[in-house]
């Protein structure tokens, strides 16, 4: 069996920026594996721009975007692998993957990166009621279809869910020549970013109706109609609200969730993000596999993806050198008032760098502080005018502050 | 009087907009940038696909490398279904230049070996 330094599993945005930074880190027996025919992962169908504002200081799109990771990887002379499908994962880093050139081929690995990203929500993961015909298809999917595959995925369209594919798609297939007649939103509130509400459903007119979500789909061999009913703050349907579109496709854009069935293999604790649970290297709670970007849990802008896996190739590099003791103390990391989620969920106490906090609000909220507090200590705060779910909210905190640190540290988002 | 939401970057700042064209509520200045070009002359920047006419079922991505007025996104957008091009691409390359007259190219966004 091949002993190899790292492995990074996915090569999207997160796999690829991993692999680099590992590679200017001073590991040079590594190897990416991508189960596609192309390195990029989902960027490739992301043809639309607003992409790279961070990372570049200008605008890109997911092809340009990606591609700039493809020079890097190519420059630093990265090996990487092709139609390799990862199989099996154990506990003492032996991995098997499969792909038409190689065959079956068993790893020993040192270190790992997870960087497979996350899939979408599907009609069955919400018991979408109603008739199972066709025309019923996620966001991602119909995106691929259109932008990979140059197939039109319907004339008349209805969306539920507003996540950003979703209204992504609401203007791409405007543009293509559909008619998308809404967005439908269980939420009072949406669960895209505010500029893709404006620059893809108000700049063409299209109706996004919140609090309001499917309550049949109706459809003998294709999708005839979908009724969309109003729901209480519970989010039960209210009778006496339906609302009837006559429509040929329905767009799910409903959720994404961090794609780990590896990480099950070997019984790796994961959290409520339905990523696993990590330290500050992006590291989980088995010594030497880290994770990264949306297989850690679902971000809504690129750049940070590609930030957090140059965090997890750093560290996997350090790993590699002896630099990261796994058995100091560990000090848990609780969400408090008004989050929903804290990554890190623990960080080992003599910390190599800062610390950066990324978590979400439970909802929209204005004029709060995010509160770092162990115990009646407060460790930092940090004043923000406005916060709203869809938005990821990132703090830092100095690595000296975790020696003031008694049990436990608590963010929480309070009242200014 | 107008309020708008900044397209610019991802924080998506909320504009407001006084009579005598004085921005506040943005982060940064290009959001003012922003609120005065979309109360004179909204713009915006069109992605799309294009076929590649030598390749089995491939579309290589494209976009206006400069943003076009609103009211001619799909006036452009018919013009970017008639385009077409043979493999290899690169990025940057210029598939029409000044589309429509509007001082836009229409340049590749993937590379396609």
């Given at each position: 069996?091949?002993?190899?330094?790292?492995?990074?599993?996915?090569?999207?945005?997160?796999?690829?920026?991993?692999?680099?930074?590992?590679?200017?880190?001073?590991?040079?027996?590594?190897?990416?594996?991508?189960?596609?025919?192309?390195?990029?992962?989902?960027?490739?169908?992301?043809?639309?721009?607003?992409?790279?504002?961070?990372?570049?200081?200008?605008?890109?799109?997911?092809?340009?975007?990606?591609?700039?990771?493809?020079?890097?990887?190519?420059?630093?002379?990265?090996?990487?692998?092709?139609?390799?499908?990862?199989?099996?994962?154990?506990?003492?880093?032996?991995?098997?993957?499969?792909?038409?050139?190689?065959?079956?081929?068993?790893?020993?690995?040192?270190?790992?990166?997870?960087?497979?990203?996350?899939?979408?929500?599907?009609?069955?993961?919400?018991?979408?009621?109603?008739?199972?015909?066709?025309?019923?298809?996620?966001?991602?999917?119909?995106?691929?279809?259109?932008?990979?595959?140059?197939?039109?995925?319907?004339?008349?369209?209805?969306?539920?869910?507003?996540?950003?594919?979703?209204?992504?798609?609401?203007?791409?297939?405007?543009?293509?020549?559909?008619?998308?007649?809404?967005?439908?939103?269980?939420?009072?509130?949406?669960?895209?970013?505010?500029?893709?509400?404006?620059?893809?459903?108000?700049?063409?007119?299209?109706?996004?109706?919140?609090?309001?979500?499917?309550?049949?789909?109706?459809?003998?061999?294709?999708?005839?109609?979908?009724?969309?009913?109003?729901?209480?703050?519970?989010?039960?349907?209210?009778?006496?609200?339906?609302?009837?579109?006559?429509?040929?496709?329905?767009?799910?854009?409903?959720?994404?969730?961090?794609?780990?069935?590896?990480?099950?293999?070997?019984?790796?604790?994961?959290?409520?993000?339905?990523?696993?649970?990590?330290?500050?290297?992006?590291?989980?709670?088995?010594?030497?596999?880290?994770?990264?970007?949306?297989?850690?849990?679902?971000?809504?802008?690129?750049?940070?993806?590609?930030?957090?896996?140059?965090?997890?190739?750093?560290?996997?590099?350090?790993?590699?050198?002896?630099?990261?003791?796994?058995?100091?103390?560990?000090?848990?990391?609780?969400?408090?008032?008004?989050?929903?989620?804290?990554?890190?969920?623990?960080?080992?106490?003599?910390?190599?760098?800062?610390?950066?906090?990324?978590?979400?609000?439970?909802?929209?909220?204005?004029?709060?502080?995010?509160?770092?507090?162990?115990?009646?200590?407060?460790?930092?705060?940090?004043?923000?005018?406005?916060?709203?779910?869809?938005?990821?909210?990132?703090?830092?905190?100095?690595?000296?502050?975790?020696?003031?640190?008694?049990?436990?540290?608590?963010?929480?988002?309070?009242?200014? | 009087?107008?309020?708008?939401?900044?397209?610019?970057?991802?924080?998506?700042?909320?504009?407001?907009?006084?009579?005598?064209?004085?921005?506040?509520?943005?982060?940064?200045?290009?959001?003012?940038?922003?609120?005065?070009?979309?109360?004179?002359?909204?713009?915006?920047?069109?992605?799309?696909?294009?076929?590649?006419?030598?390749r089995e079922y491939t579309l290589v991505s494209v976009k206006t490398t400069k943003p076009v007025p609103k009211d001619k996104i799909f006036e452009v957008m018919e013009e970017i279904d008639k385009l077409s091009v043979e493999a290899p691409t690169r990025i940057g390359d210029i598939v029409k230049k000044n589309i429509l007259g509007l001082d836009s190219d229409i340049v590749i966004t993937k590379n396609?070996?």
């Amino acid at each position: 069996m091949r002993q190899i330094d790292l492995v990074v599993i996915g090569s999207g945005a997160a796999g690829m920026a991993a692999a680099i930074e590992a590679k200017k880190n001073g590991i040079n027996d590594l190897l990416i594996l991508e189960k596609d025919e192309k390195l990029g992962g989902i960027l490739n169908q992301c043809i639309h721009n607003g992409f790279g504002l961070t990372e570049f200081k200008e605008e890109l799109t997911g092809p340009e975007y990606l591609q700039r990771f493809v020079d890097e990887v190519k420059r630093l002379e990265i090996p990487y692998k092709l139609n390799a499908q990862v199989i099996d994962l154990t506990k003492d880093k032996v991995l098997t993957y499969s792909s038409k050139e190689d065959g079956l081929v068993k790893l020993q690995a040192k270190a790992i990166i997870m960087a497979t990203g996350c899939y979408e929500r599907n009609a069955g993961a919400i018991m979408l009621p109603g008739d199972r015909c066709s025309g019923v298809i996620t966001a991602g999917t119909a995106q691929r279809y259109l932008n990979i595959n140059g197939l039109m995925v319907g004339k008349r369209v209805v969306i539920l869910g507003s996540g950003d594919i979703g209204l992504i798609m609401a203007r791409r297939l405007t543009l293509e020549g559909a008619k998308v007649l809404c967005v439908s939103e269980i939420m009072p509130y949406s669960a895209g970013l505010n500029r893709n509400i404006q620059q893809c459903l108000i700049d063409y007119d299209i109706p996004l109706y919140l609090s309001r979500t499917v309550s049949k789909v109706v459809g003998k061999d294709r999708l005839e109609k979908v009724v969309l009913s109003a729901v209480d703050e519970n989010l039960q349907i209210i009778p006496g609200t339906e609302m009837e579109f006559e429509c040929d496709t329905l767009i799910l854009s409903v959720g994404l969730i961090p794609y780990v069935s590896l990480l099950n293999y070997i019984d790796c604790p994961i959290s409520s993000t339905k990523g696993a649970v990590v330290n500050q290297y992006m590291e989980t709670m088995i010594p030497g596999i880290f994770t990264a970007g949306n297989c850690l849990h679902v971000h809504d802008v690129v750049d940070f993806v590609s930030q957090e896996a140059r965090l997890a190739g750093r560290s996997a590099a350090l790993y590699l050198k002896n630099e990261i003791d796994n058995n100091e103390k560990k000090i848990p990391i609780k969400p408090g008032n008004n989050i929903s989620y804290v990554i890190p969920q623990f960080v080992l106490e003599n910390s190599v760098d800062d610390i950066t906090f990324k978590f979400r609000v439970r909802k929209p909220l204005k004029d709060q502080v995010v509160m770092i507090r162990s115990g009646d200590i407060v460790l930092g705060k940090v004043v923000k005018p406005a916060l709203i779910p869809s938005e990821m909210v990132m703090v830092n905190l100095s690595k000296d502050k975790l020696q003031e640190v008694k049990d436990e540290i608590v963010i929480s988002v309070e009242d200014r | 009087m107008k309020d708008l939401t900044c397209i610019v970057c991802p924080r998506g700042c909320r504009l407001h907009v006084d009579d005598y064209m004085n921005v506040t509520g943005n982060f940064c200045p290009r959001g003012k940038e922003y609120a005065i070009s979309e109360l004179t002359h909204p713009v915006r920047t069109i992605t799309s696909s294009i076929k590649v006419t030598n390749r089995e079922y491939t579309l290589v991505s494209v976009k206006t490398t400069k943003p076009v007025p609103k009211d001619k996104i799909f006036e452009v957008m018919e013009e970017i279904d008639k385009l077409s091009v043979e493999a290899p691409t690169r990025i940057g390359d210029i598939v029409k230049k000044n589309i429509l007259g509007l001082d836009s190219d229409i340049v590749i966004t993937k590379n396609i070996d």
